[in-house]
């Protein structure tokens, strides 16, 4: 049974960090793309950014972009999200999800396979 699982949302100041971690089955982990989207309250679910299979390329939404890093830890099973100067515009719940075309960085929340509980990061200005 596939499961992914987050953790380390909170409550955070604007300008504080955050590391959002997604803990995952080994076989998704192996064989996935992953990808990361966040939706706030009265929002659709957004993307925030993706991660090949391997590593080596990423992709961001502009929003975000010099402020979020996107990784992953094969040996770990874990893909992480470290969040920089959060800004209350950041609050919202994140979620990771796998993606089974590993190298295409798709931004569509349909197009990915499976998909975690998600995790709240409020930040307050």
């Known amino acids: 049974q596939v499961q992914l699982v987050e953790s380390g949302g909170g409550l955070v100041q604007a300008g504080d960090s955050l590391r959002l971690s997604c803990v995952a089955s080994?076989?998704?982990?192996?064989?996935?793309?992953m990808g990361w989207f966040r939706q706030a309250p009265g929002k659709e679910r957004e993307f925030v950014a993706a991660?090949?299979?391997?590593?080596?390329?990423?992709h961001y939404t502009e929003s975000v972009k010099g402020r979020f890093t996107v990784s992953r830890d094969m040996a770990k099973n874990e893909v992480y999200l470290q969040m920089n100067n959060l800004k209350d515009e950041d609050t919202a719940v994140y979620y990771c999800?796998?993606?089974?075309?590993?190298?295409?960085?798709?931004?569509?929340?349909?197009?990915?396979?499976?998909w975690g509980q998600g995790s709240q990061v409020t930040v307050a200005s």
């Open positions: 991660i090949s299979l391997g590593g080596r390329r990423t």
């Open positions: 080994e076989r998704i982990i192996s064989s996935y793309g």
């Open positions: 999800a796998a993606d089974s075309r590993v190298f295409a960085l798709r931004e569509s929340s349909s197009e990915y396979d499976y």
